[in-house]
């Protein structure tokens, strides 16, 4: 409707008023509010469903926390088995919650490059000291827990062995003559082998190929090469077990039996 205008007169003598809006179209500020309210009466229950939803998300934004401090955090690019050397090619970083990064975790892939696995790693997961071979090999053993590297006489065990598996380790008593107490001993005299440990578990297995390496350290210079061609287990072992399987390392009489505890 096009906007009007009207030109009312005033008292004699007086110069005549400009009128705009209702009054001027005839409208009466009480029609209008009783327009209103007919508007609102109508439409009452779409008004309150439309004040809760704002109420109800008001209430959700105030509940939400404010964006978490997030942390970069090296992880493995695809999936990598035991004993891969770490390569910045199978390695990518990740921004995640900073409550969420597992001890030990690492920010920058230089340290970790020519680096060891000593378990399996699958894509997405955080590289950790833990997982490496080196020092974090013992993290959490009971203190006075040494790693003993073995040469088992049968190479054939490496693929029945992993990182916790249980071992019993055992040497022929016709190759090798080691003191391992009064126990053992009698064993030795009953089936013709000297029981060296009971029940210690694994810590790395590398390959039965040759040149499958020793966790070193934690560097690629650390590596120390079977020359034999026979893989390498490493076990977690006290001081007592730790000098026996020791002795016995030289010779080619070591067998592990897997145990369950």
């Known amino acids: 409707m096009p906007f009007r205008r009207r030109i009312v007169p005033g008292p004699p003598g007086s110069a005549p008023s400009l009128f705009t809006g209702d009054r001027a179209l005839g409208v009466h500020p ?8 007919r508007f609102v009466a109508r439409r009452r229950r779409l008004l309150a469903a439309l004040a809760c939803c704002a109420a109800a998300g008001i209430a959700i934004q105030a509940l939400i926390p404010p964006d978490a401090e997030r942390t970069v ?5 695809r999936d990598l088995p035991a004993g891969a050397v ?16 597992p001890p030990g975790a690492h920010d920058t892939l230089e340290p970790l490059v020519g680096r060891r696995l000593a378990t399996p790693l699958l894509r997405g997961s955080p590289v950790t000291e833990i997982s490496l071979a080196g020092s974090g090999l013992l993290a ?9 590297p073995l040469r088992p006489a049968d190479p054939s065990v490496l693929g029945l062995l992993g990182p916790g598996q249980l071992v019993t380790v055992v040497a022929a008593s016709g190759e090798a003559d080691y003191s391992a107490g009064a126990a053992a001993q009698d064993s030795a005299a009953q089936d013709g082998a000297v029981v060296l440990a009971t029940a210690v578990p694994v ?18 210079s650390g590596d120390w090469t079977a020359s034999a061609g026979e893989g390498l287990v490493v076990v977690a072992a006290n001081h007592e077990d730790a000098a026996r399987l020791t002795a016995a390392s030289g010779t080619r009489g070591i067998y592990l039996v897997l145990t369950g505890g």
């Open 203 to 220: 810590l790395w297995v590398s390959g039965a190929s040759p040149g499958a390496g020793f966790p070193g350290a934690g560097s690629a």
């Open 86 to 101: 770490l390569e910045a090619g199978s390695l990518a970083t990740a921004s995640i919650p900073s409550e969420t990064v």
């Open 140 to 148: 959490g053993a009971p203190p006075g827990t040494v790693a003993v």
């Open 30 to 37: 009480h029609s209008r509010r009783r327009r209103l309210r």
């Open 73 to 77: 955090v090296v992880r493995a690019a």
